[in-house]
């Protein structure tokens, strides 16, 4: 009874090997591993994870591996075989084996890995681009010291000046270049004896670099350049009845007083709406200036003038610019991959 037992248990142990032989196939994969550029890749390890078989990529890219399928064919017409692809620095890839492919395996490794995964890589996004603006610019514009004149009537140059300006800009891979213009108002007053008017002007140039979030629906750029400011200042007795023209040609005070100055800031573009399948967009732009004078003394022009004491032009150093951009993006660089 007991070799009876063994008998049948032996029966059974070699009709369960000799099924698993049936069921269970060896295929041989030929196949390449190449980068995105296709430039063969040596040392890749190929592996059915399944059965642990690897094998490493040859010098050219090229590679056999045997891989077990069980059930045979029909597991690859029906699922295939899962098969992965590393390589230190580049993302592992899986590949689905099947009867199509098995004989020309083509794998292409992307450049990463596993490393790359964990260490992020903060990339700015890339900004080529022109614009057309419009806004308002404050700037305090002052004199401190006028000694031909009194105290009442140096009062009435010391006139903050609101300059309504345009202007165009461009991003260059993000490299910000502002050439702008603005122009103040006339600006009138009177005392018991003078009348005086004057107004401005102020050119500027900037440089700087645009930082965009969010999809650049914010652009945050600081700046440093340079800028031109004039003011036209025209005084002369209080009498209606004579044009301020003819007190001038007698030679009262008609001075353009020119003050050089450097410039930091920062301002930033808030995107309102966007048209043109994202190539065109209207912007709000905020900016923040501080000024240093070139001069301390500002350069003065006069047609003539009985006026000839020193002078000082103050310009307040910190100003303010609002305005509304429209903008174009000419076309996207391409970046590499961290």
Same mark, same amino acid.
């Given at each position: 009874?007991? +070799?009876?037992?063994?008998?049948?248990?032996?029966?059974?142990?070699?009709?369960?090997? *000799?099924?698993?032989?049936?069921?269970?196939?060896?295929?041989?994969?030929?196949?390449?591993?190449?980068?995105?550029?296709?430039?063969?890749?040596? %040392?890749?390890?190929?592996?059915?994870?399944?059965? *642990?078989?690897? %094998?490493?990529?040859?010098?050219?890219?090229?590679?056999?591996?045997? %891989?077990?399928?069980?059930?045979?064919?029909?597991?690859?017409?029906?699922?295939?075989?899962?098969?992965?692809?590393?390589?230190? /620095?580049?993302?592992?890839?899986?590949?689905? =084996?099947?009867?199509?492919?098995?004989?020309?395996?083509?794998?292409?490794?992307?450049?990463?890995?596993?490393?790359? #995964?964990?260490?992020?890589?903060?990339?700015? #996004?890339?900004?080529?681009?022109?614009?057309?603006?419009?806004?308002?610019?404050?700037?305090?514009?002052?004199?401190?010291?006028?000694?031909?004149?009194?105290?009442?009537?140096?009062?009435?140059?010391?006139?903050?000046?609101?300059?309504?300006?345009?202007?165009?800009?461009?991003?260059?891979?993000?490299?910000?270049?502002? =050439?702008?213009?603005?122009?103040? !108002?006339?600006?009138?007053?009177?005392?018991?004896?003078?009348?005086?008017?004057?107004? /401005?002007? +102020?050119?500027?140039?900037?440089?700087?670099?645009?930082?965009?979030?969010?999809?650049?629906?914010?652009? %945050?750029?600081?700046?440093?350049?340079?800028?031109?400011?004039?003011?036209?200042?025209?005084?002369? !007795?209080?009498?209606?009845?004579?044009? =301020?023209?003819?007190?001038?040609?007698?030679?009262?005070?008609?001075?353009?007083?020119?003050?050089?100055?450097?410039?930091?800031?920062?301002?930033?573009?808030?995107?309102?709406?966007?048209?043109?399948? /994202?190539?065109?967009?209207?912007?709000?732009?905020?900016?923040?200036?501080?000024?240093? *004078?070139?001069?301390?003394?500002?350069?003065?022009?006069? #047609?003539?003038?009985?006026?000839?004491?020193?002078?000082?032009?103050?310009?307040?150093?910190?100003?303010?610019?609002?305005?509304?951009?429209?903008?174009?993006?000419?076309?996207?660089?391409?970046?590499?991959?961290?």
């Amino acid at each position: 009874m007991k +070799h009876y037992r063994l008998y049948t248990l032996l029966f059974f142990i070699m009709s369960a090997l *000799h099924a698993m032989a049936i069921s269970s196939d060896t295929i041989v994969v030929r196949g390449t591993v190449t980068d995105s550029l296709g430039n063969p890749l040596a %040392v890749a390890i190929v592996e059915q994870r399944e059965t *642990h078989n690897y %094998v490493f990529s040859k010098p050219d890219g090229t590679f056999e591996l045997k %891989v077990v399928s069980k059930y045979g064919n029909k597991r690859l017409e029906k699922v295939g075989i899962p098969i992965y692809v590393t390589l230190v /620095g580049y993302d592992t890839q899986p590949v689905i =084996l099947n009867n199509s492919n098995k004989e020309s395996l083509q794998v292409v490794l992307i450049e990463g890995g596993e490393r790359a #995964k964990t260490r992020k890589v903060k990339k700015w #996004k890339t900004i080529t681009s022109l614009s057309a603006y419009v806004g308002y610019n404050f700037t305090d514009v002052s004199f401190n010291r006028f000694d031909d004149l009194r105290d009442d009537q140096v009062y009435l140059l010391n006139k903050t000046k609101n300059y309504i300006g345009f202007g165009f800009s461009s991003y260059i891979r993000n490299i910000y270049l502002d =050439l702008g213009f603005s122009f103040s !108002p006339t600006v009138k007053g009177e005392s018991e004896i003078y009348r005086h008017y004057s107004d /401005g002007t +102020h050119i500027k140039f900037n440089i700087g670099y645009g930082f965009p979030f969010y999809d650049k629906k914010l652009i %945050v750029t600081p700046y440093w350049g340079s800028s031109y400011l004039g003011i036209n200042e025209y005084i002369a !007795p209080l009498d209606r009845k004579v044009s =301020l023209e003819n007190y001038l040609q007698q030679g009262y005070m008609d001075l353009l007083f020119k003050q050089y100055i450097a410039t930091i800031g920062g301002k930033a573009d808030l995107r309102l709406y966007e048209f043109g399948k /994202g190539r065109q967009a209207i912007y709000l732009s905020a900016g923040v200036g501080y000024s240093f *004078h070139y001069n301390l003394y500002p350069k003065i022009s006069a #047609k003539g003038t009985r006026i000839t004491s020193p002078n000082r032009l103050i310009v307040f150093p910190v100003s303010c610019e609002v305005s509304v951009r429209y903008m174009l993006n000419l076309f996207t660089w391409k970046d590499k991959k961290p």
